[in-house]
Nanobody, 132 residues
Framework: QLQLAESGGDLVQPGGSLRLSCAVS????????YGWVRQAPGKDREGVAC????????NYADSVKGRFTISRDDAKNTVFLHMDSLKPEDTAVYYC?????????????????????????WGQGTQVTVSL
């Protein structure tokens, strides 16, 4: 059974950087597409980034393009979200998400960011706060 465990959330000043980690267990990394979804207080869940099951395709929300990078380390079975030039509006709980590679949702990542709410598997979330 797939399990996702996020870590790395913290309080950081505007303009700073942070790297979130998502430890993937119970499955082979290649069998799933991955993503990061965030939810700010009082707002709907928002897809931030996705990574295809092959690791060769990525897509990002317009609000984070050029600042965030999603990647994975197969040896460590871990997915990362590296965030640079952080802004107060990036403050949110960040969730690591996954979808079996055989699904239509997973294949979407090759061309665009999949709908945030439709991923099948979710981690518990990690808080990122960007403030002075």
């Amino acid at each position: 059974q797939l399990q996702l465990a996020e870590s790395g959330g913290d309080l950081v000043q505007p303009g700073g950087s942070l790297r979130l980690s998502c430890a993937v267990s119970g499955v082979t990394l290649d069998d799933y597409a991955y993503g990061w979804v965030r939810q700010a207080p009082g707002k709907d869940r928002e897809g931030v980034a996705c990574l295809s099951s092959t690791g060769r395709s990525t897509n990002y929300a317009d609000s984070v393009k050029g600042r965030f990078t999603i990647s994975r380390d197969d040896a460590k079975n871990t997915v990362f979200l590296h965030m640079d030039s952080l802004k107060p509006e990036d403050t949110a709980v960040y969730y690591c998400v996954a979808e079996p590679k055989i699904t239509t949702l997973a294949s979407m990542c090759i061309t665009k960011l999949p709908p945030a709410k439709e991923y099948d598997f979710w981690g518990q979330g990690t808080q990122v706060t960007v403030s002075l």
